[in-house]
């Protein structure tokens, strides 16, 4: 008898199975999680998921590595650029040609990811918001939105699903004006999180929700394998841009947050909320460090390809790698499995953070109200395509 | 410590028998582990102080297909305190004329993570995980026949009676 049969056959006469999702607004997206309650307690959750499972294994066993591209940026669709930033470093390392794309290309992956960053926790922390009870903080994450979704749009031709970032360079070269435009931006936007800070951050009704509630403790979050914010707001420094130095990152200076307990405790919802809040600031900051290189010594010259250094095929010797990047919502992994003989991976495993930190839920929710049990799915910012791929 | 180190460690706690080799040629070294050692070797590693593996990062059933019939399933381990990575692989043959699952050692008492991962590959790949406390399908629905990653799995053309287009 699995566990699941046993908890559904012992379940007590004044319990009570409900169903939450796959429809409910608040499990943000096709999650559908069987609660046992006793009133308003939760006494146990059992996440069901799937139903947003597109295959995406099965696809990239079929497709050469610069195919499946789109695919992945069909993963976590709210960060699409750090998807395909992670695939395209997979296959650039194990072709070897990882050492010899131009300082321009990383420059401009890494100034794209971390604008989708800001965009994905921008869609955290307002959709947050909104599952609390407070409306207004999410109109205006959705409006600062636009403006990346507009600059992305612009540079790669499409606004969620870019396919910008290429094996070995990228699809084209930022458009004229892009550095300007995103200067603007940047100071546009810093004001508007001072504003969303009062309006959110600071807020009592807000804080009474969060605060103390869902509290994950550091050895829970690593045995279950939850990184990225969740891991950092448990109070462990944790981040694959410093733990691996891929791409630009050792020539950028940024701040790795994490959660202090300042309003409850340690690894609780709101130290979550607010590690994805700093983040938001050290992602700015690392704009404008990309801004300044890319338009003093890595300016832009005519006789500058992008392309220039994208393999005609690829083939990668036969071996097995994994690569990891750091995600907005954590630890993304690709597994490759190659033959060496065929552009077509043997076997490609993706490792989504949201899989691995949406597999905590049952461990941080027993015992909580229905409504808490809403703020820790909350926090916990799964996206289903990620979840299911 | 490197992963020569881990190697000699491994092989003084549990004898020269439960590392079966070692493959090095790729960008990323993995020790072939004994599969019935696995879980053993696993809780050392977490547990040691010199080791301190803490976070298994990912867990990937393979098929082999239909020339090797062998399936293995790869574990990479990470160490957050002193930031080293692992990769342990297991492999077993299949023997195709009794129809039987391969099966492996459950982990998910040493990592929590491992627990739906291998789930995934029980669902995806049909891999049977002894021991493990849950193991059901996880991405496709309760009623599905087969074990879509396999090499040799046929397309599903109806499921429940409805018509798949595709």
Known sequence: MTRYEALLSNIEPQEMILNMGPQHPSTHGVLRLELITDGEIVKEVIPHIGYLHRCFEKHAENLTFQQTIPFTDRMDYLASMNNSHAWAMGVERMLGIDKEIPRRVEYIRVLVCELN?????????????????????????????????????????????????????????????FE???????????????????????????????????????????????????LRGSGIKWDLRRADEYSAYPELEFDIPVGKGLMGTVGDCWDRYKVRIDEIEQSVFVIEQCLERLQKELKRTPDFDPRGKLPRKIVPKAQDFYVRAENPKGELGFYFVCDGRTEIPKRVKARGPSFNNLSVISEISRGVLIADLVAIIGSIDIVLGEVDR | MNFNDVKVLIEERFGPDAILGTEETGLQPALLVQPDRIAGICTELRDNP?????????????????????????????????N??????????????????????TVSPVWKTAEWHEREAFDLLGIYFTGHPDLRRILLPDDWEGHPLRKDYETAEYYNGIKIDF
């Open chain 1, 117 to 177: 960053r800001i965009a994905s926790h921008l869609i955290a922390v307002g959709t947050y918001g909104i599952d609390i009870g407070a409306f207004t903080p999410f109109l205006w994450c959705f409006r600062d939105r636009e403006h990346i979704m507009g600059m992305l749009e612009w540079a790669s031709g499409a606004r969620m699903l870019y396919n910008y970032i290429w094996v070995g360079g990228l699809f084209y070269d930022l458009p004229v004006g």
């Open chain 2, 50 to 82: 010199a080791t301190y593996f803490d976070f298994l990062a990912c867990l990937t059933g393979v098929d082999h297909g239909a020339d090797e019939r062998a399936f293995s399933v790869v574990y990479h381990l990470s160490s957050i305190p002193y």
């Open chain 1, 180 to 230: 300007e435009r995103c200067r603007e931006f940047v100071d546009y936007f810093k004001p508007k999180m001072v504003e969303l800070n009062q309006l959110l951050t600071d807020n009592q009704i807000f804080i009474s929700r969060t605060a103390n509630v869902g509290v994950l403790p550091a050895d829970v979050a690593i045995n279950y394998g939850c990184s990225g914010p969740m």
């Open chain 2, 84 to 105: 080293t990575q692992l990769v342990l692989k297991v492999k077993k043959q299949v023997n195709e004329t009794s129809g039987e699952m391969p099966f492996f050692d």
